[in-house]
């Protein structure tokens, strides 16, 4: 029961954060039109393609640095992304306060305290706030920088390239342990228990599929069989048989990339700015947006089940396609025609 009673917390904070970064993303669109112009047109299908291509080089980038051992730049480039970011947020929501060179001063000392934490103590409170923080402005700008069509190429080419990376190539396994070991908010920490540190946790291994692997006197693992003799296999099969097999509830922290929250939002986020004049609307949030809100939250109860069951997952695939039906379910009964649900209508 209190295993149960962990992982129902770690799942909690979770929708908490995912609640969160939709919610501030939506209050953030607006305000964040007035004042940016990412792209000159929001329409364009061709700006999903140019976000894709950059996660690919940006991908190749950390996973060269993490081969080459200057993996700290990359830490300090993500600190600063993340004041930086913290910085947008701040500026559209705090109150007026003095200008220092055209900038909010009480939201450039919020932005400053985030970057010190995440550089200087980068426990998983800290992480996870930044992370938030990051996902709420980076949601809200690629809102209003992606149309309907875009964001749903956007949402279907990375759920594909998710999938692959995870379950084919696993080099987005690769990179997660590189940024785990990093102590930034690219992964968010989901901690089971109140007395959990990140700071004085080991790192886990995102790429090993069985924790009890057999493994040589030098820690190296054995891979069927090569180079074992019939000694060391008949001690270890004794061994595996007498530990008890893990249960996956049994572990101290979650693991979720902030992507996995950030991508299902720029949908949620682009229906809400981009909803046609006089589109019906729930709590003010525009019905298509909301929809869309459920179904991201369909796909998260189906991925933290599989992820509770103990190994890694890809998380678009399933947190991508719940929006997506969650978006046009609400489009077609708002009275969208699915031509112009899908963003279709100048192309036709």
Do not use: C
Not at 83 to 97: D, G, M
Not at 290 to 313: D, E, N, P, Q, Y
Request: charge should be negative; aromatic fraction near 8%.
């Amino acid at each position: 029961m209190k295993q149960r009673q962990r992982a129902a917390l770690g799942v909690g904070i979770v929708a908490a954060i995912f609640l969160f970064v939709q919610l501030a993303a939506l209050a953030l669109v607006e305000p964040f039109d007035r004042v940016y112009q990412p792209v000159e047109d929001p329409q364009d299908p061709t700006n999903s393609i140019y976000y894709v291509a950059a996660i690919l080089v940006a991908t190749g980038v950390m996973l060269a640095a993490f081969k080459l051992g200057v993996d700290e730049l990359i830490r300090l480039l993500v600190v600063g992304s993340g004041a930086w970011l913290s910085l947008y947020v701040f500026s559209v929501l705090v109150p007026p306060a003095p200008l220092v060179g055209g900038i909010n001063v009480v939201a450039l000392v919020g932005a400053l305290v985030i970057g010190v934490a995440l550089y200087a103590y980068p426990e998983w409170y800290v992480i996870d706030t930044a992370g938030a923080l990051m996902g709420a402005a980076g949601a809200g700008m690629f809102g209003i920088s992606f149309g309907v069509l875009p964001a749903l190429i956007l949402l279907t080419v990375l759920a594909v390239y998710d999938a692959i990376s995870v379950y084919g190539t696993e080099h987005m396994l690769t990179l997660a342990n590189g940024v785990m070991d990093l102590k930034v908010p690219v992964v968010l920490v989901i901690p089971l228990s109140l007395s959990y540190s990140f700071l004085d946790a080991d790192t886990p291994d995102a790429t090993a599929e069985d924790e009890n692997a057999t493994t040589d006197p030098d820690g190296q693992p054995v891979a069927d069989g090569e180079g074992a003799t019939d000694e060391d296999t008949a001690a270890a099969t004794d061994e595996s048989e007498s530990v008890p097999e893990q249960d996956p509830l049994d572990r101290d922290a979650l693991f979720i990339g902030l992507g996995d929250v950030v991508i299902p939002t720029v949908l949620v986020a682009s229906a809400a700015h981009f909803a046609p004049d006089g589109i019906r609307t729930v709590l003010s949030i525009p019905l298509p947006a909301l929809t869309a809100m459920l179904g991201s939250f369909v796909g998260l109860a189906l991925l933290m089940r599989m992820v509770l069951k103990g190994s890694a997952h890809a998380g678009l695939p399933l947190l991508n396609g719940g929006t997506i039906a969650g978006y046009l379910v609400g489009a077609l009964a708002s009275g969208i025609t699915l031509v112009n649900a899908l963003g279709l209508g100048p192309y036709l």
